[in-house]
């Protein structure tokens, strides 16, 4: 632009320098050094002809240090001396000529929150109808009526997990089913066992003798202790599909909704 000077950082004078003052002076320490040095280097008491030209001097590094904007512009410029700053000319004397300039609002660095919802909320939305596809297949799961299988138990093995054991049931066909010790007591090789299971995702429900005596009815699974997963996915989706509440909170949802999610489909399979 025409006017306008590009002047490199590192070409700048050490103002501090020359008023003798450190870079972390306050401004009445500034403002010290400098009536100072001026009573020093004043022609009247100072003689020597380098005097004129070290005022001047003086007088350029008071006019920067002792001003809070021009300060903290000389300060950025030089502690980054390899970067090129733009100075301004200096105003012309006729205020006619001064015209200021059209107003240019402030550029964002990047996408609003606002805008980053409205982008991914879409993507949200088909992540709650999936679940909310998910927590179908699991309600007709557990509503269907469940099958039964009766295997004979073959043989049990104790292996070691975390400092702890952990007790293996092996029937005749090949099935295996982890236990502590204590659930398999009462349970003995040549045992005919029912295991009770959903027809569609065939997960275990519980652990029958042939009298109807339960064995084992405690396993980590949608329908037991990980039941809070699906109904989480249920809630945060029906939230989000039907937009019930505000954008934001059902942002949030759908973000808490997902992870869930992930870790719901982990244990279906």
């Known amino acids: 632009m025409p006017g306008r000077i590009l002047l490199p950082g590192f070409f700048m004078k050490d103002y501090y320098s020359i008023l003798g003052v450190s870079r972390t002076a306050s401004a009445s320490e500034i403002k010290r ?23 001047k001097l003086v007088n350029e590094a008071y006019d920067v240090l ?34 200021r300039g059209a107003y240019r609002p402030p550029q964002p660095k990047g996408p609003t929150h606002r805008e980053m919802v409205e982008w991914i909320m879409p993507y949200l939305t088909r992540i709650a109808w999936f679940g909310l596809g998910i927590c179908f297949i699991l309600l007709v799961d557990i509503l269907l009526p469940f099958s039964r299988s009766t295997e004979t138990v073959r043989r049990f093995y104790v292996s070691d997990i975390r400092r702890s054991s952990e007790t293996t049931m092996v029937t005749q066909s ?96």
């Open 174 to 269: 090949g099935r295996e089913l982890r236990a502590s010790f204590n659930d398999f007591m009462n349970v003995h090789v040549g045992d005919p066992v029912v295991f009770v299971e959903t027809v569609l995702l065939r997960e275990i429900i519980r652990v029958e003798r042939i009298s109807g005596e339960i064995v084992l009815n405690d396993f980590a699974s949608l329908y037991d202790n990980f039941l809070f997963l699906p109904v989480i996915v249920a809630f945060a989706s029906c939230m989000i599909v039907f937009k019930v509440g505000s954008a934001e909170l059902r942002f949030n949802l759908g973000i808490i909704n997902t992870f869930v999610l992930i870790f719901t489909v982990i244990l279906m399979f």
């Open 66 to 99: 002792g001003d809070t904007k021009k300060r903290s512009e000389y300060d950025y410029r030089l502690q980054n001396p390899f970067t090129t700053v733009v100075v301004e000319p200096p105003p012309h004397r006729d205020r006619a000529y001064r015209r």
């Open 33 to 55: 050094a400098y009536r100072k040095l001026v009573q020093q280097l004043h022609p009247d008491i100072n003689p020597d002809p380098q005097a004129t030209e070290l005022i």
